[in-house]
């Protein structure tokens, strides 16, 4: 007698609690798709591009090896150019930086590179820079402005007199 | 399609043989030993002697056979008088026929032609330095310190090379030089000391076992006397 009872009573309670929740399943259908679209749309913009590489090797093998070639090729021609500066030895690349705003042309000598002309790049408010790789080591060196005048490197580390009075920045690497 | 892939494929096959071929050729000693015959315009007799330093440079590996041809053309070039050039030249020889490192005097004579110093004050300047390095050498392998050696330092063991003899002995020349030409007291032994322990220290090329070996094998009066001496030598030029 009291079985069906209890049975009843648990049926009602799930009922009233399914019914109670009922309100979040409303529209879930469609927030769904709609979630699903957003992130097609999202993907889209780059699969385009990724498309032509995710196609596998044996349907498109030249392309494949095209882009493997081509991959090489900039690693090639970064390594080759010195990624961005010029090489004296394979070392640490270090920055010579200098100010000379109204300069025409400045360039860096020293033992680095046997004394001659490294040309350094004009930058924003006539700032000049450029990296050299360049060995540990104890290297002498001076800035050349306009192609006359030896003028010593602010940033230097030390300063040494060379040929009388002169003076010639050195830098530790 | 086709030909852009083609395309590609064939300059990424070129780029490396692009790049070798990008580089210079490799100098020999028979490229300095021929400029030397041929080009370089000098007597026979001072030929002869640059045959045979350069020669001993070269198989003792003082000096790379690229590095010594970029030197022979630049004095050769520089304009000056013969004999002034010759001079220069005998210099160095004299220099490697020593087995005195000559890394020092060759950017010297470089940095002088660059600034367009007169080729008699180049000359000088080589001199006086070329007599430091032999002092420090001489002071150096008085107490054991020569290339192909085994320097013991507590309980570690160094072979030294020819490039790292060259280093140090042209380090400690090289500091010795900037001291006495800042006008410091050469007569201050201890601070002349201090200033080449504190060259070699911050000379990251010199392993510092080597600094310490200098620092416990030399003594500041040795390396006070070397000062001295140039100090001497310089109120001589002037």
Known sequence: ?173 | MRGILLTVLLLALLAPVGLLAEQQPQVTAQDVYDYINYTLEVSAQTRAVLLQAFHKGFEEGALAPERALSFLRRVNASGAPIELREQVLLTIADALLKSVPVEMLLSKVEEGLAKGRPMDEILAEIQERKLTLEGVKALFESKGFRAGIELQIGSATLTLSVELTGLVITDVAGALEDYVRSGKDPTDSFAVYQEVLLRLQRDRSIPPMLTEWVGANIRPEELGRIAQEIAARLREMR
């Open chain 1, 1 to 173: 007698m009291n079985e069906p009872k209890f049975d009843d009573y648990l049926r009602e309670g799930l009922r009233q609690g399914v019914e109670g929740q009922l309100h979040h399943l409303e529209g879930l259908e469609e927030r769904v798709l709609e979630k699903l679209a957003e992130r097609a749309l999202r993907r889209g913009r780059w699969s385009k591009l990724w498309r032509p590489f995710l196609i596998p090797v044996a349907r498109r093998p030249a392309l494949a090896l095209a882009t493997t070639a081509a991959v090489f090729l900039i690693i090639g021609l970064f390594l080759g150019m010195g990624l961005g500066g010029p090489s004296l030895g394979g070392g640490k690349g270090v920055w010579f930086v200098v100010a000379y705003p109204e300069a025409q042309s400045v360039t860096v000598a020293g033992d680095f590179n046997s004394w001659t002309d490294t040309p350094l790049k004009r930058g924003k408010d006539g700032i000049w820079t450029v990296r050299l790789d360049l060995k540990p080591g104890r290297y002498e060196y001076s800035f050349k402005i306009n192609g006359e005048k030896w003028v010593p490197d602010p940033r230097a580390d030390e300063y040494v007199k060379t040929y009388g009075e002169q003076l010639n920045s050195v830098i530790y690497v």
